[in-house]
C-alpha cells in the first residue's frame, strides 16, 4: 500500500499543495498535520509509522517534510528499511536500500538540514541588525494605537467592557492590560 504523508510547521500555513503531489502519486491513505518537524513526536507521523508494513511505501513531497535532522532522518529510513517499506521522497526519487541508496539519501539529508541551519542563521542576523534601530520592537505589532487605547478607556468611565468592545473593536483583555499598565 502506498501511504503519503504531508506536513506544515504552522497553522497559517496550507497542506493542499503537498495533499495534491500525493494524490498524483497514487497515494491511498494520506496522513497530514500542522506541526512543527523539529520535533519528533509528530502524532499523525507516530500514527503512520505504526501503520507501514513490509511492502508498503511511504511518498513525501520533500526530505524537509520527512525529518528536519539528518540523524533522525538516517534513523527513521533505516528503521523503515529493516521492516520492509520503500521510501519516496517526490523531489530527490526513491531511496534504495543499496549502498548508493543510503549515500544518497545521506547527502540529501544533510544538505536539508544544512538548508534549515542557514535559515536560522539568516534570521537570527536579520534580528541582530533589527535590534540595532532605534524603533525596533521585537513581536507582533500593536493592533491599536496609543490614542485608539486612551479614547476606549475614557469610554470605560461611563460604560461597560462589553459596551466598549462593541463600540470600539477592542477585545476586554486587551483594556484590562492596557488599564492596568495605565495604573502603573
Avoid at 461597560?160 to 470600539?168: A, F, G, H, L
Wanted: proline content about 2%.
Amino acid at each position: 500500500m502506498k501511504y503519503g504523508y504531508a506536513r506544515v510547521s504552522t497553522v497559517n500555513q496550507d497542506l493542499e499543495i503537498q495533499t495534491q503531489a500525493l494524490k498524483k502519486e497514487n497515494c491511498e491513505v494520506i496522513f497530514s498535520e500542522k506541526f512543527t518537524g523539529t520535533k519528533s513526536d509528530r502524532p499523525k507521523f507516530i500514527e503512520l509509522l505504526s501503520k507501514l508494513e513490509v511492502g508498503d511505501t511511504l511518498v513525501v513531497t520533500k526530505l524537509d517534510r520527512f525529518a528536519r535532522s539528518t540523524v533522525d532522518a538516517i534513523t527513521t529510513v533505516k528503521q523503515l528499511f529493516e521492516k520492509g517499506v520503500k521510501v519516496h521522497v517526490l523531489n530527490m526519487g526513491l531511496v534504495e536500500d543499496t549502498p548508493t541508496g543510503r549515500l544518497i539519501f545521506n547527502i540529501m539529508s544533510s544538505f536539508a538540514e544544512f538548508e534549515r541551519d542557514m535559515i536560522v542563521e539568516r534570521t537570527q542576523e536579520g534580528k541582530v541588525i533589527a535590534k540595532q534601530r532605534e524603533d525596533f520592537r521585537e513581536g507582533r505589532p500593536n493592533k491599536y494605537n496609543k490614542k485608539q487605547i486612551e479614547h476606549a478607556l475614557g469610554l470605560l468611565v461611563t460604560n461597560s467592557y462589553k459596551q466598549v468592545e462593541e463600540i470600539t473593536g477592542i477585545s476586554k483583555s486587551t483594556l484590562i492590560r492596557a488599564k492596568r499598565k495605565q495604573a502603573k
